[in-house]
């Protein structure tokens, strides 16, 4: 049997394995010619014991060649671009233009360079120093990093490209990648790539490793172990609760990011003021990546008048004008039909679409489901569950109050977002509601749709439970995003020349910002 | 049957209970004559619902009365201190003076105003702008905290006045504190001089709740409360383990503080040069609190050498001449006495003490074992137990390889110890074990002993489990300790006027430091 070959240890070594999978065109169903290895646990084994030792070698490496690795990296991405581009299309369906050639690696080529900029700077490790007591504590890398990316980004969040990792490495961990499976060639290019640049900036070999597949007992088995310092994982909530049990009954840190509905509130106002506008922002929110988005406006709420009556008129057009685009695999597309099909079990009514679209591939109607607000509270969290994919429920409401009533039942989701009139019509219904949604979401939009998450240093992408595991931490946003990938260390009555650089009296790095006896201060200030 | 109030929404209630516990002086063995209740869940559905409105209120109050609120309350308990302290020392067997009323006291008095001025300053929330994108992100209050203080610090670690309690109420939230039962009298005077300063400050009443005893079960129940929004613990490694896993299978953020035997290093350069002092040291630090300090140092590393000899007969003649202090209940007493033996069985060998001591109340004669490096190699974790008193294991090694091994085989610790000569002589030991060692324990000390944790921004009183439950926080010091209560929220696109103060372009107050675009800036510098 053969089968590509696994990242371990600075090599790709034949996989320890019995089975493999290959991946499919999602837009013709076609079975793509590659075979890959799901990988035994001494794969895993092999990895830690490796990413062990390179974290030991990782601590003595200056943050200038981790960033020149990042930067390197980069480069090798963009000159592969082509290729991986188009070997990503094949694997998602996702458009070659704008979407992948446009958007998705020039976002993950500058994360990437912003990754690079933050260790340099140094500022994230945020050093602080109480001169008086000598007492001094900053971040630290916690130790070899285990990532699982999600099937929808596989440039921006794949585990060896994309935001996880590179906060990760900037931080100062090597990370073991869990390939997602749906597009394993595409994660084999970027990999090598990162190998290529691990070996032009002479990081420890195990810096960057890669398996594609394990079985389900093998993931929680890794995520448990004790070499492991902390885990990332983008992807479902059952995967996703799954883990989390494994790492926190090892008593290990795991950050998942699993679901979330986003609701986006439309005020009366704002619907009378730009309705058209709305809808097409609205539209293209929804369907953008076949609605695959973590950010996705799966809720949409209103209050019942006209305006919204018209709305859902310009949504229901556009839904069945727009061709659908291919889901990422045939089990989404299973599980995107069911989802709509209890939704309709739960009460909601299809306004337009609902069944699975013509072939090629995996695709299904556009659909836009409604319900009242009654329907939607009765429904406990029926209507709540995420449906991957592009269908979107409309909730429309008699009262305000029953608005705050939905409000107030929602649970822990990436962002909320509310669009109110410019006029100041809709602000008081917005004093109303804001409030309690802001409680419920990790990022607050107004007048926004949620997808299109920036890397700002600012970004939440984050957010109550169940949208995550944390409500303190964001996986979007650089230097922020690099705490998860960290221990506090304190150094107490420690001698200066013991004493890491960042926490000495006087640092070299004109740039590094640090919280001195209660005063933020660069560097460079104190010479 | 007759028993204190609780306190709920204000008030001091009659409990829901159906059994009752007395507290006993431990210094003598004598059962003090307060009843107090072990609430049934009725009084926790209560709590938790009275809590949930005072959140909701508490966001419409300014910092500058919760910080006024946590100053009056510091002078509460100022005026009442003699009250309380002999109330304390009757519980708890600790000494009035030096360590309740002129350590302890004075420390929780302090927090409570460093709390206090931490929420004035309003830095802590790490407010981010990014002005360009109209990104702007900041920590807000995460809803009621429930407190369960441990039974060793009366004051500074009480749930209803510890450290615990200042940050999460400096940090906005109520706080719901379940009382030591061992000290619940002690409790019930604080927390009256908490409620005087809720009124005289006007903060919503349920803002401090109390509650002394529960059922394991009701306790489980509580942590999970979907009204509940993080839970802190200081306590047993087992007892902290059960809320762990109720309150992470319920989504819930939970920071633990369980256990730690804090290695001391003492390298034979310094032991040469200063032996009295160290050995002064250690023996004060071990015997502090009769050894009930989370920080005290159970364990001891050496090289052998006549030096250590030496200062191994020295902690044994002090530990047989000072007479051994009470521990704070006659359950700590037999645990402590099955922790002494089963380092016994598990290869140790007693060089001092190791019985019952002499009444009255519950005391253990100060005990001193050894053990060489291979027998703690060979037993595993059992001699990293910790075992909670006036005990030290103290390990020889006979070459520097296997303390490095002893350190690799560490489990996570709040602090690590090494004392090394000023001759430089130990210099090349030190830079072999302080890298390994560091990596084990939340803070790292050079010539210093663990206990008597600083209240400085710098510290880190924290460290990887089973330590605590997660090695990004801290318990101790203020500002750091109140990000543990708070969510992370974004405002994305949110117009000025709408934004919380602390993310609008100009804000009020003049002390806060902001991130603004990159560079801390603080409010005064920008007018």
């Known amino acids: 049997m053969d089968a590509a070959r696994v990242l371990i240890g600075g090599e790709w070594r034949e996989a320890n394995f019995k089975k493999t999978f290959q991946a499919q065109n999602p837009a013709t169903g076609e079975t793509l010619s590659h075979a890959f290895p799901v990988s035994e646990w001494a794969d895993c084994e092999a990895a830690v014991h490796a990413a062990d030792e390179a974290a030991e070698q990782l601590r003595s490496v200056a943050p200038e060649r981790i960033a020149a690795f990042l930067e390197a990296y980069a480069r090798n991405i963009e000159s592969s671009a082509d290729q991986i581009v188009r070997t990503a299309h094949e694997e998602t369906g996702l458009p ?17 360079r912003q990754a690079a900029a933050a260790a340099r700077e140094g500022s994230w490790a945020r050093a602080t120093l109480d001169t008086e007591k000598n007492i001094r504590s900053c971040f ?79 993931g929680l088995k890794l ?42 509130v439309l005020l009366p106002g704002a619907l009378a003021e730009r309705p058209a506008e709305i809808a097409q922002e609205l539209v293209d929110s929804c369907l953008a990546g076949a609605g695959q988005f973590c950010t996705s406006p799966n809720l949409i709420l209103m209050l019942e008048n006209p305006s919204a009556e018209e709305l859902l008129d310009r949504i229901a057009k556009v839904f069945q004008e727009r061709s659908p685009q291919p889901l990422l695999s045939s089990s989404g597309l299973s599980q995107m039909h069911a989802g709509v099909q209890s939704q309709v079990e739960a009460g909601a009514t299809l306004v337009t679409g609902g069944g699975v679209a013509q072939g090629p591939g995996y695709r ?61 019509a809709d602000d008081s219904l917005y004093t109303q509601l804001a409030p309690g949604l802001s409680r419920k979401v990790g990022r607050l939009l107004n007048d926004k749709m949620p997808t299109g998450v920036a890397v700002s240093p600012a970004m939440n992408h984050g957010g109550p439970y169940p949208a995550t595991s944390h409500p303190g931490f964001t996986a979007v946003g650089i230097p922020a995003a690099m ?34 006896d209660g005063a933020w201060v660069r560097a460079m200030e104190r010479g």
């Open 96 to 112: 070659i233009t704008p979407r992948l050639k446009d958007v998705e690696l020039p976002r993950t080529v500058n994360q990437l």
């Open 364 to 424: 299904h109607e556009n659909t836009l489901l409604r319900a009242t607000a009654g329907q939607f509270l009765a429904a406990g969290h029926a209507l709540q569950r995420e449906v991957f994919g592009n269908a979107t429920l409309a909730v429309v409401a008699d009262v305000p109050e029953e608005l705050q009533e939905i409000v107030g039942q929602m649970e822990g989701n990436l962002t909320g977002s509310i669009y109110s009139a410019k006029s100041g």
């Open 223 to 264: 995520v448990g172990h004790p070499g492991v310092g902390v885990v990332a994982f983008t992807g479902s909530r059952a995967a996703g609760l799954h883990l989390k049990r494994a790492a926190e009954e090892a008593g290990k840190p795991i950050y998942l990011e699993m679901s979330s509905i986003n609701p986006v």
């Open 483 to 516: 705490i998860r990938f960290a221990a506090l260390r304190c150094y107490d009555g420690v001698r200066q020349e013991r004493l890491p650089d960042i926490l000495k009296d006087k640092i070299d790095n004109p740039s590094t910002w640090r919280s001195i």
């Open 140 to 218: 630290e890398p916690i130790g070899p990093v285990v990532v699982f990316g999600p099937n929808n980004f596989p440039f921006a969040f794949n585990g060896v490209s994309g935001g996880d990792f590179a906060a990760a490495i900037a931080a100062g961990n090597p990370v073991i990648a869990k390939a997602h499976p749906l597009h394993p060639e595409t994660s084999r290019l970027l990999a090598e790539e990162a190998r290529k640049a691990v070996v032009e900036t002479g990081l420890p070999a195990a810096t960057v490793q890669m398996i594609y597949h394990l079985a389900n007992e093998d």
